[in-house]
């Protein structure tokens, strides 16, 4: 028998943002949202769903000013994204969930967690960012050196040009300067390859108003003795291992996982290690 997981895509309306959700295995009991990275990049995070919907239902939706959410005159403010949750788990009637954050999806899902603790039946934090405030700019200056360092010197030019241009609110600095970083994300992986067309829909203003958010966000409480499992997982040759002490230190009871073969984008670059990893968390 073929058992059928339908997606369903819709809008939320949270005040003057609509929510592009999509939400897969209706009929399943327990809900799974995952929080996609960026911020200010679309990603659907299809392969991880499709890991999971078997059991479980499963909700990913295009954060504010990202792909196909309208946000028109909308504010980034880190209060904003923690409603965006609330809306659409009222939306569904969803009193508990787990949470899955990958990048700046990880440090959206910690804000939340520390807010809301009592609604969280898991964590999973992938390849996440560190903290909010002045560790988050620790971190990006970490990003940058890795970066750097990855880059022939005929890409460097073109990244620092680009970069500047993206701080000022160009989308299409923001596209090249993601091509590049996307690309030594994966320098060692010959025959992989990204689908680089998420980035035409990337958005400068949600980048850049997030990220002064982030900065301006104190800095996370220490989670003591959550009632649910934490999961931290980073790759071996991640771009933020410097800081992967500081947010285990937030988390004394959480696992701490290091894919190998892996970088920032584990279910791209060690997909079967990624999926075993999920099926045991999840006890698929």
């Known amino acids: 028998m073929i058992i059928q997981h339908k997606m369903k895509n819709i809008f939320i309306k949270n005040k003057n943002v609509k929510l592009r959700v999509r939400i897969y295995s209706e009929n399943k009991t327990e809900t799974i949202i995952l929080l996609h990275g960026g911020p200010g990049i679309p990603d659907k995070m299809e392969k991880i769903v499709s890991v999971l919907k078997t059991k479980y239902k499963i909700i ?58 009592e609604k969280i039946n898991s964590l999973f934090l992938c390849s996440s960012l560190p903290a909010t405030s002045n560790f988050f700019k620790k971190a990006e200056k970490e990003i940058l050196i890795y970066n750097i360092k990855k880059s022939p010197n005929k890409v460097l030019l073109t990244l620092f040009f680009n970069s500047i241009f993206a701080l000022l609110g160009s989308d299409k ?11 030594n994300y994966c320098k060692n992986d010959n025959n992989l390859e990204f689908n680089y067309d998420v980035l035409n829909n990337i958005n400068a203003k949600s980048i850049n108003k997030t990220r002064q958010n982030i900065i301006k966000y104190p800095q996370i409480n220490k989670l003591y003795n959550p009632n649910f499992p934490i999961l931290i997982t980073y790759g071996d040759d991640d771009n933020i291992i410097k800081h992967q002490k500081y947010i285990l230190s937030k988390y004394p009871t959480a696992k701490y996982q290091i894919i190998e073969k892996s970088g920032h984008c584990p279910w791209f670059q060690n997909a079967n290690k990624f999926k075993q990893i999920l099926i045991e968390f999840y006890n698929l």
């Open 60 to 117: 990913t939706f295009d954060q504010r000013g990202t792909g196909e959410t309208i946000c028109d005159n909308c504010d980034f403010s880190i209060m904003s994204y923690i409603s965006d949750i609330e809306n659409i788990i009222n939306f569904f009637d969803i009193h508990n969930f787990h949470l899955f954050g990958y990048s700046w999806g990880g440090l959206y899902a910690q804000i939340y967690t520390n807010l809301k603790p």
């Open 173 to 183: 600095s923001y596209k090249k300067m993601f091509e590049i970083i996307l690309k």
